[in-house]
């Protein structure tokens, strides 16, 4: 069964516009950490952000934000005010395994790929 | 500067021809994992590490090899080549949780573009 679903594979935007990524997730474990990835035309896999699973807090970075809610197996990233630097690939990860030492690997989405029009 | 080295960035070889990509990191980090990644498939974790000589396998093991007899390094072998295996590989890694379990940013490498004819 696949564990991190990114269901969207292509979204195009015109400059400016608020777009948002969905990310879910499938784990039983109740320790786990989220992170999302940004992979520029460069190719280069760039970290933004890392989410444990007892911290619901939304975060704000800037034109970025997260939404976490465990209710729905959720982790959405939003960019606002999207520009054509935004234009690449962007993954969603699991990390499972934390405590219990089972199948404790890292397991990436099929990643979206972004495209942000001048 | 912390980082992950990979060698090469770009190789072609032919079908049988065995090659190593090695992977270096300067971090003191325990996990260390190899990724493979495909149009539309995304990233596929091959083998991971979570400290030397502990090794396990990934999503997509098959034709490859790993070893970590020491802490920085942990190269990826591919014994027999096949076109299948064209692709493009990360190397990745990362410090561990209480007992297990990636759960800091994931460090990586730039990527080996791998061609098998």
């Known amino acids: 069964a696949q564990k991190v679903t990114q269901a969207q594979t292509e979204i195009s935007v015109v400059e400016k516009e608020d777009v948002t990524l969905d990310c879910v997730y499938e784990t039983r474990d109740t320790t786990y950490y989220l992170f999302w990835y940004k992979q520029p035309p460069s190719g280069e896999l760039v970290f933004l952000i890392r989410?444990?699973?007892?911290?619901?807090q939304n975060e704000i970075s800037g034109r970025y934000s997260w939404n976490f809610q465990k209710s729905t197996s959720s982790f959405n990233f939003t960019i606002t005010a999207s520009q054509v630097v935004d234009s690449a690939v962007y993954f969603c990860a699991l990390s499972e395994g934390i405590y219990t030492g089972a199948n404790s690997k890292l397991t990436f989405g099929k990643g979206i790929t972004l495209s942000v029009r001048p | 500067e912390a980082q992950v080295t990979q060698n090469p960035r770009y190789l072609i070889t032919v079908t049988g021809k065995k090659l190593t990509v090695t992977c270096s990191q300067n971090m003191n980090h325990e996990y260390m994992s190899w990724y493979r990644q495909d149009p539309g498939l995304g990233l596929r974790q091959i083998y991971y590490?979570?400290?030397?000589?502990?090794?396990d396998k990934g999503d997509v093991p098959e034709g490859y090899k790993v070893s970590r007899k020491e802490k920085r390094n942990f190269p990826l072998i591919l014994e027999s080549p096949s076109p299948n295996q064209t692709s493009l590989y990360f190397c990745?890694?990362?410090?561990?949780?209480?007992?297990?379990?990636?759960?800091?940013?994931?460090?990586f490498g730039e990527g080996s573009r791998l061609t098998v004819l």
């Open positions: 590490s979570m400290n030397v000589e502990v090794t």
């Open positions: 990745a890694s990362s410090n561990i949780g209480p007992v297990s379990g990636v759960t800091g940013e994931l460090f």
């Open positions: 989410r444990n699973s007892f911290d619901e």
